[in-house]
């Protein structure tokens, strides 16, 4: 009989990790990782366009497969395994949530802006139609109050969500915020608590450690940090440590650190790493799937990248806001070309 697990961990690194590459999984790619993740029992696993289903677009990037086929691949070489979507609501439709239940995914994780959870209402409900796990998952989460946060999640629990995540989507959190929110949420939330974070300064591993420390039991993590920025809590390591603290992920550690070896670093187009670039999303709060879309615009108009980002921090800009990246690179490169040369 299978030992119960004290941590889900859900592994992002086929959709988070799709910003790192670009959005050029192939059906091939996902279909190898996938059926390497499902050997080792991972519980769940991500498997969409970085921006969640429908996410690909010009604005959003476009993708090298449709990811309908990426999730129908994925499915197919599950045996224990459960795969998941991610859904935004404006980005992806009832009509697209629908689909990947057909295809047979089991876990619907339906995304807003942390401020925003009213818009989720009808997705959720759906999801639990379909009979779908469904996940709240409140992005941004540095941009609310506790107290704001604790109202958004309440909000997703009564539509039917099964989880509700603090999602860090910027890596811009403290381990004593994250300590503070899931507190609150474990305070004030009947159901399961998550937490989604990303390495932009050094502190996913922490911040997840302190999350389960304060209640959390659904983690995000991506094999060799594979997720948008400087990447996510990676999920060998944090199967590693989980072992060390005694905390049953029901994963087999060694089936993890081969894949993240032998078949995930060799599809990488660069290391996984904390550039300066990175580091600046997690110290301004910017959304870090911004990174790719804001490095080709500074290269482009000849620029700082820094500035566009230090600039969309100052303005609270979020994901769904892609094109002021362009607008505000605009306006620096102007404002260059006007400034007296030195």
């Not at 689909?99 to 959870?117: F, I, N, P, Q, S």
């Not at 099964?162 to 929110?181: C, F, I, K, N, T």
């Not at 879309?293 to 566009?308: E, F, M, N, P, Y």
């Amino acid at each position: 009989m299978a030992k119960k697990r004290d941590v889900l961990i859900t592994e992002v690194a086929l959709r988070d990790g799709s910003h790192a590459i670009a959005h050029q999984y192939t059906v091939d790619q996902v279909a190898k990782i996938t059926k390497a993740l499902d050997e080792a029992n991972v519980p769940y696993i991500e498997v969409a366009h970085g921006d969640g289903l429908a996410g690909s677009s010009l604005q959003y990037g476009l993708s090298r497969t449709n990811e309908l086929e990426l999730i129908e691949a994925a499915v197919s070489v599950c045996k224990q395994s459960k795969i998941a979507v991610l859904l935004l609501p404006g980005i992806g439709t009832m009509k697209d949530l629908k689909h990947a239940a057909e295809l047979g995914a089991k876990m619907a994780r339906v995304a807003t802006h942390v401020t925003e959870a009213d818009v989720s209402a009808q997705h959720i409900g759906l999801a639990k139609e379909l009979g779908m796990e469904t996940v709240g998952f409140l992005m941004m989460a540095h941009m609310a109050p506790v107290e704001k946060l604790v109202e958004q999640a309440k909000l997703m629990e009564s539509y039917g969500a099964d989880v509700v995540y603090v999602v860090d989507s910027a890596g811009a959190l403290l381990p004593h915020e994250v300590r503070d929110r899931i507190r609150a949420l474990k305070q004030h939330v009947g159901v399961e608590i998550g937490f989604h974070g990303h390495n932009n300064l050094s502190l996913a591993m922490a911040n997840s450690l302190v999350a389960i420390e304060e209640g959390a039991i659904r983690i995000d993590g991506s094999v060799r940090c594979l997720g948008a920025g400087a990447g996510n809590t990676q999920t060998e390591v944090l199967v590693a440590v989980l072992d060390r603290l005694g905390k049953e992920t029901g994963i087999d550690l060694y089936k993890m650190m081969d894949l993240a070896e032998e078949i995930v670093a060799p599809m990488l187009p660069a290391p996984q790493e904390i550039t300066r670039d990175s580091l600046v999303l997690g110290y301004a709060g910017v959304y870090s799937s911004f990174l790719l879309h804001t490095k080709r615009i500074a290269q482009k108009l000849g620029i700082d990248s820094r500035d566009i980002l230090v600039e969309l921090g100052k303005r609270k800009v979020v994901g769904g806001q892609e094109d002021m990246i362009v607008d505000v690179a605009t306006e620096i490169a102007k404002k260059r070309e006007k400034s007296p040369v030195s």
